[in-house]
């Protein structure tokens, strides 16, 4: 069926609605419905996106919930405020809050941060934002202040395609086995993740969510949850499929598929050492990203497993790993940003990614409708 078949109708004639073109797509891949580009037909200026909005907030909506992601292309966005001011006309109860967030952020407005400060060459693999986190956005948002000059791009993936490409194996273990989320994070780190909170209060949240946890002498606080990674819409009854699995071998597909962005000997590291040694590299640089005094104790950690049916805990196998990256990478759309771009996510279908980048990028974040997945629906399989 041609794409364009399935888009919606216009409400206004100020708007243009399409998808992607391939000139604006980085790699081409199976994926051509997200997002759903909306772009002005000739009067760029803020007051008509604002308008637009003011006037059908509710019509919006229900195309995000259609196709997972609205990307606002061509509107004279400037600043954090008129993005913020988007989110808000969209009717999207924002959080002023990043807690349980593992990467550095600034802070622009009391509800709009940077999207990320990690080192420009690395990948951040497939995610749901807050993803380990029970409470977590049903929307999640991003704006380019900044264009990249060269890749930074922000891919994101329809998790209920990516689900129903895998093979009938990894689905079954996925869809029976619950995954266990452990975190570490000690004192020096508490800022980072819970962005001041006392020990009383960072207790109280973790109460509050469901977690496991427990306090050492030193201040340092590990906590754990489980569930199984699959629930059904709220409102569109769809098949979500949490991206969570924490596993380098998954994102070293990325690495590979992108081995032209980097050195020769970069390629070799990422194509052609063995899994095992690759992933005790990986885990020793992550390490030593955050380690104070040497000691691996000292940084914040992250692990997933998968609880089997004698309560005991296993990881993704090599096969797997790859398979899932795989397919992540096949059911991606790549797309490079302009400036003054919003993408609008449906926080709870699609996960998101970002590639390497050059400095000269800067892309804000915000996020709200938080939402339990405990008041989740088990998701409805179909074969």
Same mark, same amino acid.
């Not at 109708?9 to 609605?17: A, H, K, V, Y």
């Not at 913020?84 to 622009?108: D, M, T």
């Given at each position: 069926?041609?794409?364009?078949?399935?888009?919606?109708?216009?409400?206004?004639?100020?708007?243009?609605?399409?998808?992607?073109?391939?000139?604006e797509k980085t790699f081409l891949m199976s994926e051509t419905e997200l997002p759903l580009v909306i772009e002005p037909v000739k009067e760029q200026s803020f007051a008509v996106l604002k308008a637009l909005l003011s006037e059908s907030y509710d019509?919006?909506?229900?195309?995000?919930?259609?196709?997972?992601?609205?990307?606002?292309?061509?509107?004279?966005?400037?600043?954090?405020?008129?993005?913020?001011?988007?989110?808000?006309?969209?009717? !999207?109860?924002?959080?002023?809050?990043?807690?349980?967030?593992?990467?550095?952020? @600034?802070?622009? +407005?009391?509800?709009?941060?940077?999207?990320?400060?990690?080192?420009?060459?690395?990948?951040?693999?497939?995610?749901?934002?807050?993803?380990? @986190?029970?409470?977590?956005?049903?929307?999640?948002?991003?704006?380019?202040?900044?264009?990249?000059?060269?890749?930074?791009?922000?891919?994101?993936?329809?998790?209920?395609?990516?689900?129903?490409?895998?093979?009938?194996?990894?689905?079954?273990?996925? *869809? +029976?086995?619950?995954?266990?989320? !452990?975190?570490?994070?000690?004192?020096?780190?508490?800022?980072?993740?819970?962005?001041?909170?006392?020990?009383?209060?960072?207790?109280?949240?973790?109460?509050?969510?469901g977690f496991d946890f427990q306090w050492e002498k030193d201040g340092s606080v590990s906590f754990e949850c489980s569930y199984i990674p699959l629930f059904s819409h709220p409102r569109t009854n769809r098949l979500c499929f949490c991206l969570s699995?924490?596993?380098?071998?998954?994102?070293?597909?990325?690495?590979?598929?992108?081995?032209?962005?980097?050195?020769?000997?970069?390629?070799?590291?990422?194509?052609?050492?063995?899994?095992?040694?690759?992933?005790?590299?990986?885990?020793? *640089?992550?390490?030593?990203? +955050?380690?104070?005094?040497?000691?691996?104790?000292?940084?914040?950690?992250?692990?997933?497993?998968? !609880?089997?049916?004698?309560?005991?805990?296993?990881?993704?196998?090599?096969?797997?790993?790859?398979?899932?990256?795989?397919?992540?990478?096949?059911?991606?759309?790549?797309?490079?940003?302009?400036?003054?771009?919003?993408?609008?996510?449906?926080?709870?279908?699609?996960?998101?990614?970002?590639?390497?980048?050059?400095?000269?990028?800067?892309?804000?974040?915000?996020?709200?409708?938080?939402?339990?997945?405990?008041?989740?629906?088990?998701?409805?399989?179909?074969?």
């Open positions: 069926m041609n794409a364009m078949q399935n888009l919606p109708n216009s409400i206004s004639s100020d708007m243009r609605l399409r998808f992607l073109q391939n000139n019509w919006f909506n229900q195309q995000l919930d259609t196709y997972g992601a609205i990307l606002f292309r061509g509107f004279e966005i400037e600043d954090a405020k008129q993005f913020q001011k988007v989110l808000e006309l969209l009717n !999207v109860q924002l959080e002023s809050f990043y807690h349980f967030g593992s990467a550095h952020r @600034v802070r622009i +407005t009391d509800k709009v941060f940077t999207s990320s400060e990690a080192p420009p060459d690395k990948i951040i693999a497939p995610h749901n934002e807050l993803n380990m @986190v029970p409470v977590r956005p049903g929307v999640l948002a991003f704006f380019c202040q900044v264009q990249p000059d060269l890749y930074g791009e922000t891919p994101i993936i329809n998790t209920e395609k990516l689900f129903y490409s895998l093979s009938p194996s990894l689905q079954h273990k996925i *869809s +029976t086995f619950p995954q266990r989320f !452990v975190r570490y994070v000690p004192n020096h780190l508490l800022e980072t993740v819970f962005e001041g909170l006392s020990q009383q209060e960072i207790s109280q949240l973790l109460q509050e969510q699995i924490v596993d380098c071998l998954v994102s070293r597909e990325w690495y590979q598929k992108l081995g032209q962005r980097y050195s020769l000997g970069q390629k070799f590291y990422y194509n052609w050492l063995p899994a095992k040694l690759y992933k005790g590299f990986q885990q020793g *640089s992550t390490t030593a990203a +955050t380690v104070v005094d040497g000691s691996q104790k000292r940084t914040s950690t992250l692990n997933t497993y998968f !609880v089997n049916g004698d309560n005991q805990y296993a990881t993704m196998t090599e096969a797997e790993a790859k398979e899932l990256g795989k397919a992540e990478w096949n059911n991606a759309a790549i797309f490079q940003w302009k400036q003054g771009d919003i993408l609008v996510i449906d926080n709870l279908q699609v996960a998101h990614s970002r590639l390497n980048t050059t400095l000269k990028r800067k892309i804000l974040t915000a996020f709200g409708n938080m939402c339990s997945i405990h008041d989740m629906k088990p998701a409805l399989l179909t074969s």
